[in-house]
């Protein structure tokens, strides 16, 4: 999109302007810090943060509890390689006036392609930021990227992934025990069930999560998770992972 430009912070904190076309090939924008800090607004229940990313191997910032859930769903997702969240803000002139609007996720997925990502609560997008959406999201198509704007998510399938997500680190998944836990399961069976036929349970549950955190193992995440929720080495009908 010839008319939009991006504006991002080099290594040295310095602000750059480039074509948006020319930005999202050749700058790593994944690695760029937040244009700006996040804000802490008084009355919010969850203020700004880093998320450590399993993906990145690294911290990441984020600027409010809907931003986290996006951060942490998409840490989860075998295709994407890279997160950040507001690396980068695109800009363009409507009406002679100049407009600029920084989505607030960016994910680099596996196919060196980019998703950029703004989240909004239940009750939808505001008009201002539909407008907005519209317009990134015709840019980002002509660059083979892609945009969306994202709800929070079923509380349950968040709530699972919130917990699975403590176990994320890879000392988790080091050792012997992974494998045995994958081999417990190579039948469908209950969590419990496979867990103590690996070994003492304190120390085998920990490297299960870890499992169904990377998907190496699969259990419905769309019903809470419990010690008889079936677990097995592949998806299975009806499964959500």
């Known amino acids: ?37 996040f804000p802490v607004r008084p009355g919010r229940r969850v203020a700004p943060g880093w998320w450590w990313s399993a993906t ?40 002679g006036t100049v407009v600029g609007h920084a989505p607030q996720v960016m994910a680099r997925l596996a196919d060196g392609s980019g998703l ?25 198509r002509a660059v083979g990227w892609r945009y ?27 050792g012997g025990p992974l494998s045995d836990v994958l081999g417990a399961f190579d039948r469908p069976r209950s969590a419990v069930e496979g867990v103590r036929s690996v070994g003492d349970p304190i120390a085998v549950w920990p490297v299960l999560f870890h499992a169904l955190w990377r998907g190496l193992l699969q259990a419905r995440l769309d019903v809470p998770l419990h010690e008889r929720v079936v677990v097995s080495a592949s998806l299975g009908e009806g499964c959500v992972g």
């Not at 990441?60 to 997702?77: C, E, F, I, N």
């Not at 919130?162 to 000392?171: E, K, M, N, Q, T």
């Open 1 to 37: 999109m010839e008319s939009t430009d991006a504006r991002f912070l080099d290594p040295v904190g310095r602000v750059r302007q480039l074509p948006w076309g020319e930005a999202a090939r050749e700058v790593v924008l994944e690695g760029c810090s937040p244009l700006a800090a």
């Open 56 to 95: 990145c191997g690294r911290l990441v910032a984020y600027g409010s509890g809907l931003m986290r859930t996006q951060v942490m769903l998409m840490d989860r997702d075998p295709g994407v390689v890279a997160l950040a969240c507001r690396p980068v803000e695109l800009v363009w002139s409507e009406r």
């Open 116 to 140: 950029l990502v703004d989240c909004v609560g239940r009750e939808g997008p505001s008009a201002r930021l539909a407008a907005r959406a519209a317009v990134v999201a015709a840019a980002v």
């Open 148 to 174: 969306r704007l994202a709800g929070p998510g079923d509380p349950v399938v968040v709530a699972n992934v919130r917990w699975l997500a403590g176990y994320r680190h890879p000392r988790y998944g080091a």
